[in-house]
């Protein structure tokens, strides 16, 4: 891997400087440059009285076989978050390559999210979004400072495999279907 470097003043002189941002790490360059890497979509979701809750997020991960956990990045700015962290099971949906209109609706700020929607809950509460890619239940297990975010780490308690059904894949702000390598 080639990084980007500054090359060093020459000898003997000075310079003075203001500090700034290091090369590209401004905000809209950040997000242009995470946008670069591909991502799948889960939809986290549990029910809050008898409505389901939930929002989309691509920065999902897994993190341990043994015991089974994933984590998630949830924007500290989230008004979804704090209604779900309380729930005691949550249901995530890895989402499928014809769910790309769901997607943006649940990660929309405005208007009924899950209108419209097949979705099932367990008797936990957790929700599942129908025709998802992959079900999984969790709970959470730990949150953590990530900077404009919390890095939630969740302990996996079910997991339910569609065979044959594609995700749906995030990159460049675009949605995209995996093809296979010929």
């Keep these: 891997m080639t990084m980007a470097t500054r090359a060093p003043e020459p000898a003997g002189t000075s310079s003075q400087t203001v500090p700034t941002e290091p090369d590209g790490l401004d905000t809209a360059t950040l997000r ?40 998630v990045s949830v924007a500290r700015t989230s008004t979804t978050w704090p209604r779900l962290a309380e729930a005691g099971v949550l249901g995530l949906s890895v989402l499928s390559h014809g769910q790309g209109a769901l997607c943006r609706r649940l990660a929309s700020r405005e208007g ?8 099932t809950a367990t008797p936990e509460g957790a929700v599942l979004i129908e025709d998802a890619a992959l079900w999984l239940t969790a709970g959470v297990g730990a949150v953590y400072d990530g900077g404009d975010h919390e890095i939630v780490l969740l302990e996996l308690l079910s997991v339910r495999l569609f065979a044959g059904v594609e995700p749906l894949v995030f990159h460049t702000s675009q949605f995209r279907e995996l093809l296979p390598h010929a």
């Design 112 to 119: 009924r999210r899950f209108d419209g929607v097949g979705w």
């Design 32 to 71: 242009q440059a995470f946008g670069a890497y591909p991502t799948g979509v889960v939809a986290i979701s549990a029910l809050r009285g008898d409505e389901p809750v939930g929002f989309a997020a691509s920065s999902f991960v897994s993190i341990s076989l043994q015991p089974p956990m994933v984590a």
